[in-house]
């Protein structure tokens, strides 16, 4: 794997700032800015949902303003992490097969799992993390995916 350059700082006033790169292209583009926090890391994790679900390999790196100046923050997860020490279901479990609304209602669960966890920060999934994240949504109800999402937030909010 060839190294990536380092992010260069961005210009202008501090302000939040998302960056990628891409190893075949070599250089730091801006993904997302704003004068809040919250937006540019809603904006990244969706960003690396999409591009890690078209099997895509970027970095990523945060900007921000600290004592008046622009620093560089970690971002919260590398792709390598799982979330979980637990393993996903074996294939051979018996799992109904969903049908119209019932396939819905488990993509909107999963939906609403990966939104708890963008904003608690975990964007970055491994495909160890999204094979939890659906067997999670397959077995648990409305209400307690719901739950879950909620505490994610009450935790990033902290």
């Avoid at 949902?49 to 919260?76: I, M, S, Y």
């Avoid at 049908?99 to 939906?111: I, P, V």
């Avoid at 993390?129 to 999670?136: G, N, R, S, Y």
């Amino acid at each position: 794997m060839e190294p990536r350059p380092e992010s260069p700082r961005p210009q202008g006033a501090p302000r939040w700032v998302a960056m990628y790169c891409r190893p075949a292209e070599q250089t730091w583009r801006t993904a997302a800015e704003s004068p809040h926090r919250s937006p540019v890391l809603h904006a990244l994790g969706e960003m690396t949902q999409t591009l890690r679900a078209r099997g895509d390999e970027v970095t990523f790196t945060l900007w921000g303003p600290k004592d008046g100046d622009w620093h560089r923050f970690d971002t919260p997860r590398t792709s390598g992490t799982p979330l979980t020490s637990g393993t996903p279901p074996k294939s051979g479990t018996s799992v109904p097969q969903p049908t119209g609304l019932s396939e819905r209602m488990t993509g909107r669960r999963h939906q609403v799992l990966l939104s708890g966890l963008s904003k608690a920060g975990l964007y970055d999934l491994s495909p160890e993390d999204d094979a939890t994240v659906q067997a999670l949504a397959e077995r648990l109800d409305e209400a307690a995916v719901r739950r879950v999402a909620h505490w994610l937030a009450a935790a990033a909010a902290r």
